[in-house]
C-alpha cells in the first residue's frame, strides 16, 4: 500500500544526513538517527472538527554520494 500523494512527492523537502558512530569505544559501529514528523496548524484543524491526518514519509539508504543540483 502507498502512503502520500506521489503528485507532489518530489516538492516535499528532502534532506540527507550521514549516521555516523558516537562512541568509539563500543564494537557495534552503529549510531541513531531520530525523526519527528509535524503536522501544520492541527490545533486550528481540531477546533474546525478535523483529526489528525496520515504521515507518509519514505527513508532510503544512499550507497553512493548524492549528486545536489542547484
Partial sequence: MSCGNSETFWTNPQYSVEVV???EEDDDNTG??????MQK??????????????????????TRPLVHCV
Fill in 41 to 62: 496548524e492541527r490545533r486550528k484543524k481540531k477546533f474546525e472538527g478535523l483529526d489528525l491526518l496520515t504521515i507518509g514519509y519514505s527513508i532510503y539508504k544512499v
Fill in 32 to 37: 541513531t538517527l531520530i525523526i519527528a514528523l
Fill in 21 to 23: 558512530d558516537p562512541d
